[in-house]
């Protein structure tokens, strides 16, 4: 390391740091306060966002029929019910499990759906518990790593999935892929896209990848600064190329107040950044998977215009040597709500070979 690089690290990066822990410590205290005194309904558990919050979203192509599945991850009253998506033929020879990240919902998947769905699949799109019409606890402390994968593992169950792509981004990736490492027979392809296996093994922000670690960092200050007051509405606002108000009130429906905020709150925190820990543990052994068990189709699809995961493509290039490689050009971190069909073209490719 250079001496420049080493004073700016040491007389302005961690000075900055330390500040912005100060600062996070006394706005998190505030936040949590006013979260006591105004968000309503904390004394329940376990909430379900009004269906009338999704009316007219079928103007703007969410117009799938919905299914519901209650699973044995709570207890009592607090059993929660999980949506999702299944469209197509329930004996099509391919299954295609659609898995959102944060914090979108299946609505992200809505222009891919049907041209799947034309092309003879049978389409599977969930809504993580905390997102979409699947229900919400209303304590970050509820939400885990193991919550997601093992809902993920009871709902290829319930539905006896088998011969399944998966498509993933985001924390879809994060959570999908360690279900595949368990469940390995279950998969026969992988679509890997806008993600990451951070496994916390190397602190970050390291000299060597500040630049490309900065923007997730920011996010995941932005996200435990805010907690359940996250808001939802400014960060598609931002983050969507082409978002008009339709589209909006699509993504922030399963939030009308911070009441059912708390599992959009909680994911960011999950990622490991400054150590190993349970999840990053757990997506070590996930590279591990790829790199040395993974023998079967994959295709690592990342769109060129997004700032979290831009580091991300060459190492699972690294982990996947053997993948398909294709980039979604002029899209960002959504690229599903970007460049939907032309992804969905790029997965019936694929998975008939063609790529």
Not at 340 to 349: L, S
């Amino acid at each position: 390391m250079g001496l420049a690089k080493f004073y700016f690290i040491r007389l302005v990066v961690l000075p900055l740091l330390i500040l912005k822990i100060h600062v996070l410590v006394w706005i998190k205290t505030l936040l949590f306060l006013l979260t006591k005194a105004f968000v309503k309904g904390r004394n329940q558990l376990v909430v379900r966002t009004p269906e009338s919050e999704f009316e007219g979203l079928d103007v703007v192509g969410y117009n799938f029929k919905p299914h519901y599945v209650d699973l044995p991850l709570g207890g009592g009253k607090a059993l929660p019910r999980v949506h999702y998506v299944d469209e197509g033929p329930e004996d099509a020879c391919e299954t295609i499990l659609c898995l959102h990240g944060e914090p979108s919902w299946s609505f992200l998947y809505r222009h891919m759906i049907p041209p799947l769905v034309k092309a003879g699949y049978r389409v599977i799109a969930p809504d993580f518990i905390g997102f979409g019409k699947s229900d919400k606890y209303t304590y970050m402390e509820c939400y885990s790593h193991q919550l997601h994968t093992q809902t993920l593992c009871l709902l290829i169950d319930h539905l006896k999935l088998r011969n399944v792509t998966l498509v993933c981004q985001d924390w879809g990736g994060l959570t999908g892929l360690p279900v595949v490492r368990d469940m390995s027979e279950v998969f026969s392809r992988l679509v890997i896209m806008n993600t990451g296996l951070p496994d916390g093994q190397k602190p970050l922000p390291t000299p060597a990848n500040i630049a490309s670690c900065t923007p997730f960092l920011l996010w995941r200050a932005f996200a435990e600064l805010f907690g359940v007051w996250l808001p939802i509405h400014l960060i598609f606002n931002y983050s969507l190329q082409k978002a008009n108000h339709g589209v909006l009130l699509g993504y922030t429906a399963p939030f009308p107040s911070g009441l059912y905020k708390a599992g959009a709150a909680a994911w960011p925190l999950m990622v490991p950044t400054f150590s190993v820990g349970f999840v990053g543990t757990d997506l070590k052994q996930t590279q591990d998977f790829l790199a040395k068990q993974w023998h079967k189709p994959a295709l690592i699809m990342f769109s060129d215009k997004d700032p979290i995961t831009q580091m991300w493509p060459s190492k699972f290039e690294k982990l996947l040597p053997n993948a398909s490689k294709k980039t979604v050009v002029g899209a960002g971190h959504f690229l599903q709500e970007d460049k939907g069909e032309e992804i969905a073209n790029h997965v019936i490719a694929f998975v008939n070979g063609k790529i």
